[in-house]
């Protein structure tokens, strides 16, 4: 097999709990290389077999059993010194979101994990009759009942799971109530604070009563030429040392370093892209959260950059103990895009989010298109249920994350997405 791989497949029908294993196609592995490249490979095949049948993509339900997830890596993820190789990719067949391909990436420890546990890609298909888990470790796999764990939030989950399967190198990816509720904006949560999200990754994995997946194992990758690599690598990682964004700007500061210099571009969503300038935007840049909020650097598996910030809200209405973010794309949506610059209520609704298993740019970006609506006099008051969604409203915000995960109030219309609940 091709360095980089473990030249293993898991194929898993969850109508009739099935597993099965199949070699990785080599051919296709060198031409569609990564995991991302290797999972639109295989889509196009569930495709072409639909379509065989009879069954039209265009008309295919996102939430039916038809339709198809993989979880996939490439051949860096799992290597010591390959640049950022943690990374591992999901991928749907249609997203109920968007109604295209569903695709999300990730990093953390998960995808470095399921490689160790002798496997490049699960591809997952049909609908449980129950709440199941999957557990792999070590070359073998199997399903378990996940009727006590379903309703829980992805950190109790993981939480729950991390011993429950093998000992080391174990690592849990689930969905928490808004993948469970089918909301198209649910991500799918890794190692409590990293997510694969876009398009409603998280609402296939819970229409498909997939609760979680836990990978554990300590089988080493192989590499092909491995002073060849060593050298590449090398030179790879020491230009990454002395560049300032990723040797400087993200270790100091993590993507949050973007806020004051997007500002500055006029590129900075505020208002719901009325503007592009928040003329507060200081307030919620990265230089204040790494002052202010942080507590320590958390990096992905194997990863140089160390990007993760490990952060805390001390005390007040939005009091958070410790979560890892958020991110510049989280405090753009949740913040300026929603007239928000308050940083404490950006923490605590990141957090929620990542607890309920929602996605914060589509979240925000929803939330903030409401707010525009209701100013505009679009929403009837009664349909707000006594939420108040006006620009600046910190509390409106988070009040609004986990109405939208349980589909509660006006949260059943923010669950649609930016695009549907501006047409509804």
């Known amino acids: 097999m091709v360095g980089g791989y473990t030249g293993k497949v898991l194929k898993v029908n969850l109508s009739t709990r099935s597993l099965d294993t199949e070699p990785i196609n080599e051919e296709a592995a060198r031409k569609y290389i990564g995991g991302k490249g290797y999972a639109t490979y295989l889509l196009f095949q569930r495709a072409k077999e639909l379509e065989e049948k009879g069954t039209s993509i265009k008309n295919l339900d996102p939430l039916g059993p038809e339709n198809i997830m993989i979880f996939a890596t490439g051949p860096g993820t799992g290597v010591p010194r390959f640049p950022s190789p943690s990374r591992y990719h999901v991928m749907t067949l249609k997203a109920p979101l968007t109604g295209s391909i569903g695709s999300g990436n990730s990093g953390g420890e998960w995808g470095a994990f399921l490689k160790f546990a002798g ?93 979680a997946v836990v990978v554990s194992g300590d089988k080493a990758v192989t590499v092909a030429k491995k002073d060849e690599f060593r050298k590449v690598a090398d030179r790879c990682l020491e230009a990454m040392e002395k560049n300032s964004v990723t040797g400087e700007g993200l270790p100091t500061h993590g993507t949050s370093v973007l806020v004051n210099v997007i500002n500055g571009a006029g590129a900075f969503p505020y208002r719901n892209w009325q503007t592009g300038v928040d003329p507060e935007a200081d307030k919620i840049s990265g230089e204040t959260l790494t002052r202010d909020y942080l507590v320590r650097k958390r990096a992905c598996w194997g990863c140089t950059i160390g990007c993760g910030r490990i952060t805390r809200v001390k005390s007040g209405p939005f009091q958070v103990d410790v979560v890892e973010g958020p991110e510049y794309e989280t405090i753009w949506s949740l913040g300026s895009s929603c007239g928000v610059n308050d940083m404490n209520a950006i923490v605590k609704a990141h957090h929620i989010c990542n607890e309920l298993g929602l996605e914060p740019i589509s979240l925000g970006s929803t939330i903030a298109a409401a707010m525009e609506l209701n100013e505009k006099g679009y929403i009837a008051r009664d349909d707000l249920q006594g939420l108040p969604l006006e620009f600046g409203n910190a509390a409106a915000m988070v009040e609004s994350v986990w109405r939208t995960a349980y589909k509660v109030g006006f949260g059943k219309y923010l669950a649609l997405g930016s695009r549907k609940m501006c047409e509804h």
Not at 171 to 199: F, H, K, Q, W
């Open 119 to 211: 496997f490049d890609a699960i591809v997952i298909e049909g609908v449980a009759d129950a709440p199941v888990y999957l557990a792999v470790a070590n070359g073998k796999a199997e399903l378990r009942d996940a009727a006590n764990l379903w309703g829980m939030n992805t950190m109790d989950m993981t939480r729950a799971l991390a011993s429950a399967v093998g000992s080391k190198n174990t690592s849990v990816t689930c969905i928490g109530p808004a993948g469970e509720n089918l909301v198209p904006l649910a991500v799918i949560m890794n190692d409590e604070y990293r997510a694969a999200g876009r398009a409603g990754l998280g609402a296939v994995m819970g229409s498909k009563r997939l609760k």
